[in-house]
């Protein structure tokens, strides 16, 4: 045989049988490199020291990504000197698994596993949860089982339990997946994590938390500090986002947790000592003041994380995240103001969401809709579709729900993150790091379809005995089960009523049934801008006031389970003035009676306090109504009322030669008398001053 043809066949024979097969990283396999060994050598040894505290970090703010990244750019180097070694391959696959690229990690996995299929068994966990993310479910339970039964499976068990189960209900999920469009917003994201969207009740603001490049210096590996950005919605679109800028972003670490219902407050974590804790800043004007601690009693402050927070409607509790928990890993916490002599005071010590909604599992955001009654977070428990889940309970009877999934495609076998909806619940936000996006943690626009519309059967038989009277066989639909949000969002500027200017002004929300207001805020000074979240179940008295000013009132009787409705208002507020009018919204009485009910006092006592600070007042007290009935009725009826508020207001301390009576019956109405929310306008009482 020729001599060169031997010889290429001996290299061929020996090239086939290498390849393939696991190098391992020993000096006798590289005797004529010993110093590229070495370095070898040394370059794992520092990419498993920052593995080690990828591996063991917690789902943290300090993105635990950048130990994976480091600890990449290490290994990376070896690789290029030995590309077959299984356990390398096999840590270069971990670090992918937990970084912006996850898809990378199936090769290494798989090239690790062709290597040496038994390089270590939690290769099998790994490929399980690969798979999963391929949604190839058939495949990952292969290896989950494999795992499991592994001995560093029983360590796992917790975790290959959950994933086996999701890998069995997951296609379930996918075929019967939800009636909704989930949407990147390209416009808003960037190439590094965008995530922690935070949206007003109306859906026409919103701040979220990124790390994309800034104007700080990025560390080692060119990532930068998270820091928190603004836009607004206009004719549909959004703005491009803009950086929030000082006192809320420093040099370091900040993140956005939720803004409040009234869009002029924020919720944020940053690290002032060695942990990480809930803050708050005002929207003064056009500028958000230097965050404050929000919680300072919280009892894991010094000790513990506390990070993505979120308020409820009435203000007197805030949610939040804690790695302070008894069950371990991050939970849902809550803390509340507590109350001395009807007063609200320090905020109480942090309670556990309960055990329906924390698990064993790590929790990564928390949201609670305007409604009140609705909770919606995001859990790596609960059996989901893999990684972090999106879910939803219900406060019923002093009690959270058990949780129910959102289902596919709001969720996948990604991570789903820090939902937040508006309040109609017709769209919502959430982070995803799905395939398909910029890079990493991207935002996504949720949009619900709301509940499908059932067609009527109606089929006519046309006998020829019935033929004059079709015969109908009509099958009527069993009723769908529509879920309502029930609130009312009363939004507007307050101007001056002369100049148009905007006006600062205090603004409180009044339960009617009792007289205690539940809830105060103001409108923006520089833009005179309100937002108010009213969830139902309440008759609410809103009284805008500031010195100097009558003061304006709205009536809101928002039965449970309505539906939910917009309100969207200009308040003028007149100066104490002759000839200012303003009419009485919170002032009630029984239908075709002249008693004052007790749910007016509150109102009625608004304008007692108007005529003690402005002693000089004299007002004329009017009585209106619709044009149902007849005329002679309807004037006896309102002077009637005109006279009970007038004595009402004698029996305070008012002296009755400042106050006079007069009822208009039907004759001057504000709102047409064809409708009834008109009629209901027209129905009313005011007081016009007439001296000063």
Known sequence: M????????????????TFGQNIEFKASNFKDKKEEFKKAIANIEMGDDFLEIGNTAEFNIKDPKTAFKQALSFYEKAQTFNPNNAELNLKIGNCYFYSHEKPKAKKYFEKALKLDPEVDPILDFYLGMVYQLEADYDKALKYYKKFKVSKKGEEYHKFTNEYIYS??????????????WVDNLQQLNSPKDDFGPCISADGESMIFTSRKKNSHQPNEFGEYDSEIYITELKKGKWLAPKNIGSPLNTEYDEGAG????????????????????????????????APKLKMENLPFTDQQNETFACYEPLDIKVY????????????????????????RSAWGKGQSAGHKINTKFHDGSVYIHPDGRTMYFSSQGHRGMGGYDIYKATWVEGQWTTPENLGYPINTPYDELFFAGTASGKHAYIASNRPGGKGGLDLYKVTFWGPEKHVLVDSEDYLLASIAEPIKDVHIEEAVKVEKNSLTVFKGIVIDHITKKPLESSIDITDN??????KETKSNKATGKFLLSLPSGKNYGIAVKKNGYLFHSENFDIPDYSEFSLVNKDIELKNIAVGSKIALRNVFFDVGKADIKPDSYHELGRLVQLLNDVSSLKIELSGHTDNTGSEQLNLTLSQSRADAVMRHLAQKGVDKSRLSAKGYGSSSPIATNDSSGGRQENRRTEFEIIAN
């Open 2 to 17: 020729n001599t060169k043809l031997l010889t290429a066949i001996t290299a061929f024979l020996i090239f086939t049988q």
């Open 258 to 289: 939720a803004f409040a219902y009234d869009g002029q407050r924020l919720l944020m974590y940053k690290k002032e000592t060695d942990n990480f804790d809930i803050y708050e800043s005002t929207l003064d004007g056009y500028n958000w003041t």
């Open 513 to 518: 049934s009792n007289g205690e207001i539940i």
């Open 167 to 180: 890998c069995r209900e997951s296609p379930e999920k996918i075929k019967n997946h939800q009636r909704a």
């Open 320 to 343: 939040y995240i804690t790695d302070g928990g008894s069950q371990g890993g991050k939970n849902i916490f809550m803390s509340g103001l507590m109350r001395i002599a009807n007063r």
